[in-house]
């Protein structure tokens, strides 16, 4: 059992920036891929980002990339979220989440509390 929680969220202007966190309590988080998603009211959890387990091979949703870049630190247990450039359009609930290295929720299978993100136009 993994368990992940996430902070950073916050309240932010249009082009701001904010890093996400991710805290995971095993050092079995170091044989996860880790991916982050966000959800926004009335929508569907949407694919954000995933690094593999190795650090070796990350991925985005076309809407974030150039933007926002996913890293981890093994010795840590860390998992970040770095955010620039933010739009309204980026406001959601985030989380984190271990699994595979897949833009398919379904193929997650531990997950944070999420963590809220709000940009301001």
């Known amino acids: 059992q993994v368990r992940l929680v996430e902070s950073g969220g916050g309240l932010v202007q249009t082009g701001g920036s904010l890093r996400l966190s991710c805290a995971a309590s095993?050092?079995?988080?170091?044989?996860?891929?880790m991916g982050w998603f966000r959800q926004a009211p009335g929508k569907e959890r949407e694919f954000v980002a995933v690094?593999?387990?190795?650090?070796?091979?990350?991925y985005y949703a076309d809407s974030v990339k150039g933007r926002f870049t996913i890293s981890r630190d093994s010795a840590k247990q860390l998992v970040y979220l770095q955010m620039n450039s933010l739009k309204p359009e980026d406001t959601a609930v985030y989380y984190c989440a271990a699994g595979a290295f897949s833009r398919n929720p379904s193929e997650y299978t531990y997950w944070g509390q999420g963590t809220q993100v709000t940009v301001s136009s």
């Open positions: 690094i593999s387990w190795n650090r070796i091979s990350t």
């Open positions: 095993e050092r079995t988080f170091n044989t996860y891929n």
